[in-house]
């Protein structure tokens, strides 16, 4: 009985000792890359909800999930650009062929190559070309 007790004991700190330790982590990104196809949807699909689809390629780093993914944008997607430090609101019309993006998905992931998802927030990365 008094094993049982222990060992409960350990394995919720090091329950916690785990999430104290991921706590920190900066969020992870499902995909960063470059716009290389941008899709506006047609009628039938905004009356869905839907803006459109992208399809987003770039290199898969450490934090990145998928170095290419096929995404829907919703009407529920954030879609946010970098201004500097700062972020400000953006819509889908701000999504250019060829701007670098980064993203979280929500919902099921497709696991085909290129995955297939929804994206839950879009940011568009500042510009360093000048």
């Not at 049982?4 to 900066?26: M, N, P, R, Y």
Request: proline share 4%; net charge positive.
């Amino acid at each position: 009985m008094m094993r049982l007790s222990w060992l409960t004991a350990l394995l919720v700190l090091g329950g916690w000792a785990a999430f104290a330790v991921h706590a920190d982590e900066k969020p992870k990104v499902d995909c960063r890359g470059s716009i290389t196809r941008l899709s506006p949807a047609n009628d039938a699909a905004k009356q869905r909800g839907i803006l459109g689809t992208l399809l987003v390629e770039g290199r898969r780093d450490p934090g990145v999930a998928y170095d290419k993914a096929s995404v829907r944008i919703t009407t529920k997607t954030t879609i946010e650009k970098q201004v500097g430090k700062e972020r400000k609101p953006a819509t889908f019309a701000d999504l250019k062929k060829g701007a670098r993006v980064e993203m979280t998905f929500t919902g099921a992931v497709a696991e085909s190559y290129p995955v297939q998802a929804t994206a839950a927030a879009v940011l568009i990365l500042e510009d360093t070309r000048k």
